[in-house]
């Protein structure tokens, strides 16, 4: 599977109370992957990208751009990504 979520790096910064800095976080700090990725499907109401899992595990990125190439990843490369923790 081809996939390019884990070339991306994030400036993400770790807190006390989850991970901060995220795109689109909107000045929120996560607590897990799971949170983030409730928070970013809430905002695809604006059209914003988020992930959604196709299957256990594999992850794909939906964008509703014409032309955009949505990404896969698996649970493990957006951990990385958006620098969590084992959950």
């Not at 607590?31 to 604006?46: D, G, M, P, R, V």
């Not at 990125?61 to 957006?78: F, N, S």
Request: hydrophobic residues 35%; aromatic residues 10%.
């Amino acid at each position: 599977m081809k996939s390019s979520a884990a070339e991306s790096p994030i400036d993400c910064k770790k807190t006390p109370e989850g991970v901060a800095g995220l795109p689109y976080s909107h000045g929120k700090t996560f607590a897990t992957l799971n949170e983030y990725l409730a928070h970013l499907q809430t905002l695809s109401a604006i059209d914003l990208p988020y992930w959604r899992q196709v299957r256990p595990g594999v992850y794909e990125q939906v964008i509703r751009m014409p032309g955009a190439v949505p990404e896969t990843a698996t649970r493990e490369e957006l951990m990385k990504k958006y620098c969590f923790d084992d959950e």
